[in-house]
């Protein structure tokens, strides 16, 4: 009882957040990613609570479970549980906007909202490759048609003078996959396939755990 009137005494790192009385102080406000340090402060997509305070995922959330590799395995080819397409499935990107990033290719069969997305300058022209081998990753956002939609703008320039005029570059959009546990067997082989002028050739991912390699 407080000023006359009933109410819930939290301890110190807990929260009320949905007001109901019966689940008492239900959030840990040092790890809540929906109420991070205090009651409704979300997380944007692909950071979480620590301590409190949100925090860049460094190395994924794990969302893709473990991968174990046994044979050859193409990471930008190979499905497995119940996708149907690669777990590093890339499109190639025809214009750049800002937070919008248009490709070819039918996007919402291989990204969804949360997912992290590896942009990336593959090939220039023999005048112009000074944005050859740049990148940037965001989460994304939502996909609507040929479009994906990131959770902030690109920054770097991908394209000539500015991300206005692509021409005669040759840019990906490559989702980056999050395991727990990466391990290789002894005998098995982590790749992707070559480049073959319009993607391939990148290996990109992130293990919340640990990687392995067997010898």
């Not at 019966?22 to 950071?47: F, K, Q």
């Not at 997912?115 to 609507?144: K, M, S």
């Amino acid at each position: 009882c407080a000023a006359g009137a009933c109410g819930m005494q939290c301890s110190v790192g807990f929260a009320d957040c949905d007001g109901a009385a019966g689940n008492g102080c239900e959030v840990t406000l040092a790890t809540s990613d929906a109420h991070c340090g205090r009651c409704g402060n979300a997380c944007d997509p692909g950071a979480a609570c620590v301590a409190g305070t949100c925090t860049v995922r460094p190395a994924g959330d794990g969302r893709d479970g473990e991968l174990v590799v046994t044979d050859v395995y193409d990471l930008g080819a190979r499905t497995r549980n119940g996708r149907t397409v690669a777990d590093a499935v890339s499109f190639p990107v025809s214009a750049i906007a800002g937070a919008e990033v248009r490709v070819g290719g039918a996007p919402g069969g291989g990204l969804a909202a949360g997912d992290e997305v590896l942009v990336i300058n593959l090939r220039g022209t023999a005048t112009a490759f000074a944005a050859v081998g740049r990148w940037e990753t965001r989460i994304v956002l939502g996909v609507a048609g040929d479009t994906v939609r990131l959770d902030r703008p690109l920054t770097a320039v991908f394209g000539n003078a500015s991300n206005a005029d692509l021409a005669g570059q040759t840019i990906v959009a490559q989702r980056v996959p999050q395991y727990t546990r990466v391990i290789v067997r002894s005998g098995g082989r982590l790749t992707t396939g070559g480049f073959d002028g319009a993607r391939g050739g990148v290996l990109w991912l992130r293990a919340s755990e640990r990687v392995t390699v067997e010898a």
